[in-house]
C-alpha cells in the first residue's frame, strides 16, 4: 500500500489579526496583521510535509490570484497539490482574530463548496492514508465530496482519519448524523469543545470512549493539559510541554499532523500522542498556522 498521506478539505487565505489588547467592540482595537495560506486539510498537509511525510492536499480554489498563490505556497513547501480550479468562485477566505490564548474566525469558505465528489474518489485512491477535515462534511454544499472520501477509503482499505473541525456546524448538523458518517474511520479528533456537541460533557477520558464506539479509536485534544487516546488498547493520556503561547492558529492542524504522521509509521498510542503534542506545541509558538520555512 502506498505511504502517501491524501488529506481532503479547504484552502483558503486567512487573514490574520492577532490583537495587542481586548477586542474595542465598535472602536478600533491594534492588531498586528497578516495573509498566508490557511484551511484545515491545507495546513496539515504542510505540516505532514514538515515532518517529512509524503501527501497530497485535495482540494478546490478559485481561478484567482489568491488560489494560485496557495497551491504556490503549499507545492514551495513540499505538498503535492491535486485541484480542482472553479472559474467564477473566489478561493475561500477566513479572518483569523486571536488574543488571549484563543482566536475567532469569520469565514467565506468560497470554492471549497463545489469540491467534486468523483475528483475527491479518484485522488483518494493514490494514498495509503486519508485524513479528512470535517468542514467537508458539515457544509451540505460540500458533503458529498467528504462522504466520497469516507467511501472511497473504507473501499479500498486505507486507514483514515477525520477532524471534527469546529463545535458550532457540528452542533448544527447534529451528533450523532456526524458520528455515523465517521462510523469505522480509524481515529476521530475532536477538542474540548467539540467533545462535549460529540459525547455530551464530561471527563475527557469518557468522551474519547464514547466516540471510540462509532470510530475505531478516538482523540481528545485538550491544549495546555495534553490529548486523551481511547481505542481497542484502551486509554492513553499524555501531557503538553509549558509552551508562551503566540498564536493558536493551527495548532490542532498541526496536532493531526503528527498523529498520522506517528501513525502510518507504526508507532504506539503514546508515542502518537507524544508526536502530536509536540507538533501543536511548536505552532503555536509562532504566529500563523503553517510550519516556518
Known amino acids: 500500500m502506498s505511504a502517501r498521506i491524501v488529506c481532503v478539505g479547504d484552502i483558503v487565505t486567512d487573514v490574520l489579526a492577532a490583537l495587542a489588547g481586548p477586542l474595542e467592540h465598535g472602536s478600533d482595537s491594534p492588531a498586528s496583521i497578516r495573509v498566508t495560506g490557511g484551511g484545515q486539510a491545507a495546513n496539515t ?7 517529512g511525510a509524503e501527501v497530497t492536499l485535495v482540494g478546490a480554489i478559485g481561478d484567482d490570484d ?8 503549499l507545492t514551495a513547501a513540499g505538498v503535492q497539490c491535486t485541484v480542482q480550479v472553479c472559474p467564477g468562485t473566489a478561493t475561500g477566505a477566513i479572518v483569523v482574530l486571536s488574543g488571549a490564548g484563543e482566536r475567532t474566525m469569520i469565514s467565506d469558505r468560497g470554492a471549497n463548496l463545489q469540491l467534486d465528489a468523483e475528483w475527491v474518489r479518484s485522488a483518494v485512491a493514490e494514498g495509503g492514508h486519508m485524513h479528512l477535515s470535517a468542514y467537508t462534511l458539515l ?10 472520501a469516507l467511501a472511497a477509503a473504507r473501499e479500498l482499505g486505507l486507514t483514515s482519519s477525520v477532524d471534527a473541525a469546529s463545535a458550532a456546524p457540528l452542533r448544527a448538523a447534529g451528533a450523532q448524523r456526524f458520528l455515523s458518517w465517521c462510523e469505522g474511520v480509524t481515529v476521530l479528533l475532536a477538542n474540548r469543545d467539540e467533545a462535549d456537541v460529540l459525547a455530551g460533557p464530561g471527563h475527557p477520558r469518557d468522551q474519547a470512549r464514547k466516540l471510540a464506539g462509532y470510530a475505531a479509536s478516538a482523540v481528545v485534544k485538550l491544549g495546555a493539559d495534553g490529548a486523551v487516546w481511547a481505542g481497542a488498547h484502551g486509554v492513553v493520556t499524555a501531557p503538553a510541554p509549558a509552551v508562551a503561547v503566540v498564536d493558536t492558529t493551527g495548532a ?4 493531526a499532523a503528527g498523529l498520522i504522521a506517528a501513525l502510518v509509521t507504526g508507532r504506539s498510542e503514546a508515542e502518537s500522542l507524544r508526536m502530536a503534542i509536540d507538533a501543536g506545541a511548536g505552532a503555536i509558538a509562532h504566529l500563523g498556522a503553517r510550519p516556518r520555512p
Do not use: K, N
Not at 45 to 51: M, P, T
Not at 139 to 148: F, K, P, T, V
Open 252 to 255: 490542532g492542524d498541526a496536532f
Open 45 to 51: 498537509a504542510a505540516w505532514l510535509a514538515h515532518l
Open 139 to 148: 457544509d451540505s454544499a460540500s458533503r458529498g465530496a467528504g462522504l466520497a
Open 66 to 73: 489568491a488560489g494560485r498563490d496557495r497551491v504556490a505556497e
